[in-house]
């Protein structure tokens, strides 16, 4: 199932599922964060909306919102997961021993198919197409073998990355972190129809030229790996997102490097999700 917030007529935010080309809302779900915290039997309700929509509207016809407009927590970010884009990246050379996390913060989030202005505290604005992980349940010490019972679904994130201040800078954080630089959706995918988060196609394109093209069986930490670690002594909440790392393609990793620019549109497909579409507004 595909689950949407939408701002309705009169501007608030809304919960849906998705069937073929329409939303059907549903009325009961405060918020996606309520849904996901009450689980499996908000889930179920949802189905049985679909089976018979009271409220169904066109896609075409609402402004979509992140999924999760506000996440509990940053969102919790892995670096430097697959090899061709350590090999691209002149920060690092070496292949991790364990998975490199960064975080960017709530306020870095940013709906589909929504202008992006191009940050002026950067010159290097830089994509990266990433599956990201919802938590479903609260967790800690998750084993690895448990690690995918705690997963609610699956959406995408561009990690969009001040290059010149994530160098400047040290710590990847303040690179990472600028306003609207976290596009996320267009919505979240149940686990039921992506049983195996690690053999997904993944690409990025900026103005329908193809940059990034990998699929998740190249990540160094999958899924499950990404999970127990990061849990190890620390909580997982329900509607905590981790994106999960981005392959080579990146505008860094060409020669000359090809950052984005003010009316480029970018778009980041994961096989089984769909497509995140941005486009970059004027400096601001
Ligand atoms: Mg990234």
């Not at 690409?203 to 999970?227: C, L, W, Y």
Request: hydrophobic share 35%; with cysteine.
């Amino acid at each position: 199932m595909k689950l949407v917030t939408y701002r309705d007529n009169e501007g608030r935010a809304r919960v849906g599922a998705v069937q073929d080309d329409h939303i059907v809302a549903l009325p009961a779900v405060g918020s996606m964060l309520e849904l996901i915290e009450v689980g499996p039997d908000a889930v179920t309700a949802a189905r049985r909306a679909l089976l018979e929509p009271a409220d169904s509207i066109p896609l075409s016809g609402v402004k979509l919102l992140a999924p999760i407009p506000h996440t509990p927590k940053n969102i919790m970010c892995v670096g430097l997961n697959y090899l061709e884009h350590i090999e691209e990246s002149q920060s690092a050379s070496a292949r991790p021993d364990v998975p490199v996390f960064f975080t960017k913060p709530p306020t870095a989030i940013a709906p589909p198919e929504s202008e992006i202005p191009y940050p002026t505290a950067t010159r290097e604005l830089d994509y990266e197409v990433e599956l990201a992980v919802v938590i479903g349940r609260r967790g800690k010490n998750i084993p690895r073998d448990e690690a995918l019972d705690y997963v609610f679904g699956y959406t995408i994130i561009n990690d969009i990355t001040a290059r010149d201040l994530q160098r400047k800078h040290g710590q990847w954080f303040k690179g990472k972190s600028l306003d609207l630089t976290c596009p996320m959706g267009p919505w979240i995918v149940t686990t039921d129809e992506i049983p195996d988060p690690g053999e997904l196609d993944i690409i990025s394109r900026v103005n329908g030229e193809v940059r990034q093209q990998s699929n998740t069986r190249h990540m160094i930490f999958d899924v499950a790996e990404i999970i127990s670690s990061l849990s190890a002594g620390m909580t997982l909440e329900p509607g905590d997102v981790i994106a999960t790392g981005t392959p080579s393609g990146v505008g860094m990793g060409f020669s000359p490097p090809r950052y984005l620019q003010v009316g480029d549109t970018v778009e980041c497909e994961v096989q089984g999700i769909g497509v995140l579409r941005n486009t970059i507004g004027p400096r601001e």
